[in-house]
């Protein structure tokens, strides 16, 4: 069973071949997810030539005259059409978000490893995002819901700034209503939670306050069957790996996606090295023990 | 359908887990099992500090009232949650506003039962204040995680 998501590229280029020129996307479709994050749904135009993408995997995304950013893929659309959830931080993020329905910009990629779903058949699965760490992980969530009877016990936990800085928050309540079709399974926990809530929203507000580790749950029926997916600022992952680890989850079971600066995206510049890893080509989706010993190494 | 005795919830919570048999008798002596509507408060800034709470079912809010915004929620408990440490600090005095969210089943300890009992007994007073100190490093690292506002922009 191919689990890889399908993605049009340009008919006459792929990726694979040459890895530095971007293929020309439009925008179709803009959704606000907060007050400086969209997500863009771009289509190639062309109906080029399927490419494998898998959870977890990013683009380079390029802006005329502006320059070039990575991104990860936060879904593909049935229509292969590519989505990428963008906060505008800086010059290409803000002009990436500034882009209109009808506009196009360069993508190159998909690029580095994914979650590792398929070995994790079989396995009671923990996904912990924080912030905009959710969107590297939601292609894997939709993943789980749609291979739901391949997994055991499935909880995700969200934590954001406020309740208005949520990503993807209309889809929350549709990913806890996904029941399984064997019986006896369980359907997936969702639980989220948020540092603080602004007086104007503590009416509206019926969810947890408090760090996203605070909703893992305080044991777990099987430790050895179980994996975990993570990823949100690196402070949090390092606190959250320790939580996971108190619960029994192996070293080798926990997955989470590093973020440094990169150029080039195929392992040639060095922008991205970490140690002897290039966070483009070996991450950025790395297995805990792999990068156990670098996460807490200061400047690199 | 069985029914749990006040030492079996005691037993089955995270807090008193692997507590043994003995010192669980023991404290159950100070418990009961309580019920909060929706709005109840269980505890009030600046009344006297006299229970543990032990949350089994629903969710708690810890909240501080500012005048002007009224009550602001700082953090919220639910299920395997315990709340309630000033029992055993003098003044003995809450610190912040318990409330229930939502309909929630605790198990109420009286915290000059237990303080007595901890006292007349230090290797449960070391059990107790081993398991508070713990809860109380995990509750400061989360507000200093929340500190750092890990999620905000910090480009500016
Ligand atoms: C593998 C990978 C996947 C990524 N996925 C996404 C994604 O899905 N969505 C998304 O919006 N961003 C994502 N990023 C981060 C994104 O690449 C950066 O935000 C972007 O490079 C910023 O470029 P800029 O020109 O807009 O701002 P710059 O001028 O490069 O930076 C502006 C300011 O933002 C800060 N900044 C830069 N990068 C980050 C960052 N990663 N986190 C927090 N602050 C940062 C800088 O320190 C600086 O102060 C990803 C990065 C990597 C490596
Ligand atoms: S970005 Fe060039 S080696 Fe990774």
Redesign the pocket.
């Known amino acids: 069973m191919s689990l890889g998501l399908p993605i049009n590229v340009q008919k006459q280029v792929d990726p694979r071949q040459n890895s530095f020129v971007p293929r020309v996307f439009t925008v179709t479709g803009k959704t606000r997810e907060t007050a400086d ?1 969209v997500t863009i749904k771009a289509h190639s135009g062309d109906g080029g030539v399927q490419l494998e993408a898998r959870p977890g995997q ?1 683009n380079m995304l390029y802006v005329h005259g502006i ?1 070039e ?4 893929l ?1 879904a593909v659309g049935s229509d292969g059409s590519l989505l ?11 002009a990436l978000g500034n882009l209109r329905i009808g506009e196009s910009f360069g993508v190159r990629g998909p690029y ?1 490893t994914h979650w590792p779903l398929e070995s994790l058949h079989g396995r009671s699965v923990i996904v912990l995002a924080g912030g ?1 760490g959710l ?2 992980l939601r292609p894997a969530i939709h993943h789980l819901l749609k291979f739901r009877d391949a997994f055991g016990e499935v909880g995700i936990y969200c934590g954001a700034r406020s309740p208005a800085d949520r990503i993807f928050a209309s889809e929350f309540s549709r990913w806890q209503r996904e029941k399984p079709h064997a019986t006896g399974a369980k359907s997936i926990q969702v639980r989220v939670t948020v540092d603080r809530v602004p007086d104007q929203a503590k009416a509206a507000w019926h969810g947890e306050i408090g760090v996203v580790t605070s909703l893992l749950p305080r044991s777990i029926s099987d430790p050895v069957n179980a994996a975990a997916m993570i990823c949100g600022p690196e402070v949090m992952m390092r606190h959250a790996v320790q939580d996971l680890l108190q619960l029994g989850i192996a070293k080798e079971h926990i997955y989470l ?1 590093l ?4 150029k080039c995206a195929v392992g040639l510049c060095g922008h ?1 090295q970490l140690s002897r890893y290039f ?2 080509r070996d ?2 989706v790395f297995s805990f023990d792999a990068v156990e010993h670098l996460l807490t190494v200061k400047e690199l | 359908m069985t029914t749990q005795t006040i030492e079996d919830l005691i037993a089955s919570h995270p807090f008193f887990i692997a507590l043994g048999a003995e010192f669980t008798r023991f404290v159950a002596g100070c418990a009961k099992n309580r019920y909060a509507e929706k709005g109840e408060y269980l505890a009030h800034e600046g009344d006297e500090a006299a229970a543990l709470f032990l949350v089994r079912r629903g969710k708690v809010s810890i909240e501080t009232n500012i005048p002007g915004r009224g009550g602001v929620m700082v953090e919220t408990l639910g299920a395997g949650d315990m709340s309630g440490w000033s029992w055993l600090f003098p003044p003995h005095k809450w610190t912040f506003d318990i409330k229930a969210l939502e309909g929630t089943s605790f198990v109420e300890l009286n915290g000059k039962c237990l303080r007595e009992k901890c006292e007349g007994d230090p290797r449960l007073g070391y059990e107790v204040a081993k398991r508070l100190a713990g809860m109380m490093v995990d509750r400061l690292r989360s507000t200093r995680l929340r500190l750092l506002d890990l999620y905000g922009d ?2 500016a």
């Open positions: 994050t990013f320059g950013i990575p991104v990860s936060s990428h959830t963008v906060r505008r931080v800086g010059p290409v993020s803000k580095g905009l969107a590297p996606s973020e440094r600066n990169m991205c966070v483009c991450g950025p | 910090h480009s």
